[in-house]
């Protein structure tokens, strides 16, 4: 993702929300889905009971779409469609639909179309947050993920945080994107986005050993580390004069990530 404008030692390769991390669409793709899909018949058994019919034809859509099956998925939400023409749960479906084929202004549209159907069904409004927020519209997903967190049954709480985080990260808002990444660490000690960001905020701030302390629990959570844990080691270490580290933390990301954009821009950082 994008650095920041202003740049200063530490920060000027700590690329804020890098897109490894990723903004979790929770609850729309069904998980372990690489076998059969069981297809329903359209018979009298389905066709006696409206709502229990709707409810397996967008399971089955869901379906469909965790496997990368976009017709079928399609299929089913017309006949879910023809049940209740107003489903915010069909809505969403077909949302996540368009977004996965590459339709956005169709996507946007079955989103709020759900929303609308119904304000306060959070995974909609979260994956509506994630669309937003693939868009590089970063205020509007700001705005809600937080109308999200707002919902203190909602079960993805904790990752609307880090989204929301994430998002207060790409607004340069500091302060707001910490409050936040410490929330979701109060719901979530072991969040492996949440400890990573953290670390960079803190060194970010002068505060190198909070940041290691960070960079150490993140490393427990992900003892293979991705590029931007490597980068945020290698950070520390230049910081706090370790060369050891700052060796042994370079030829692990030139070993295993020589591609990654982390260590293309601390070569070009060596360079200058």
């Known amino acids: 993702m994008n650095a920041l404008k202003h740049e200063n030692p530490v920060s000027a390769l700590s690329q804020r929300s890098p897109a490894w991390l990723g903004l979790l669409v929770s609850g729309c793709l069904m998980l372990g889905l690489a076998g059969c899909v069981t297809e329903y018949s359209g018979g009298t058994q389905m066709a006696s009971d409206p709502d229990a019919t709707l409810e397996k034809r967008v399971a089955l859509a869901r379906q469909y779409i965790g496997v990368g099956d ?3 998925a399609k299929r089913n939400l017309e ?3 023809q049940i209740d023409p107003d489903s915010a749960e069909v809505a969403e479906a077909f ?3 368009y977004q996965s084929t590459g339709e956005f202004e169709r996507a946007e ?3 709020r179309a759900a ?3 119904d304000p306060s069904l959070s995974r909609a409004r979260n994956n509506y947050a994630a669309f937003l927020y693939s868009q590089g ?3 509007e997903a700001e705005r809600e993920f937080y109308r999200v967190t707002e919902d203190t049954l909602y079960s993805g709480r904790p990752m609307v945080f880090v989204n929301l985080g994430l998002c207060r990260l790409q607004l340069e808002d500091s302060a707001g994107a910490e409050a936040a990444l410490t929330r979701a660490l109060a719901m979530d000690r072991r969040n492996p986005v949440a400890l990573l960001e ?3 905020l803190r060194l970010e701030a002068g505060d190198t050993d909070d940041a290691k302390g960070y960079h150490g629990v993140y490393r427990t959570v992900s003892p293979q580390q991705s590029p931007r844990g490597l980068l945020l080691g290698l ?3 230049e910081q706090t004069g370790d060369q050891d580290a700052l060796g042994s933390y370079e030829l692990a990301l030139r070993n295993l990530y020589p591609e990654s954009p982390e260590y293309r821009a601390w070569m070009d950082r060596q360079s200058r």
């Open 198 to 200: 953290m670390g960079f």
């Open 109 to 111: 549209m079955q989103f």
């Open 115 to 117: 929303l609308e159907a």
């Open 70 to 72: 976009w017709e079928n």
């Open 137 to 139: 519209r970063f205020i």
């Open 79 to 81: 006949l879910a469609q």
């Open 95 to 97: 949302a996540l639909v």
């Open 235 to 237: 950070e520390i270490a």
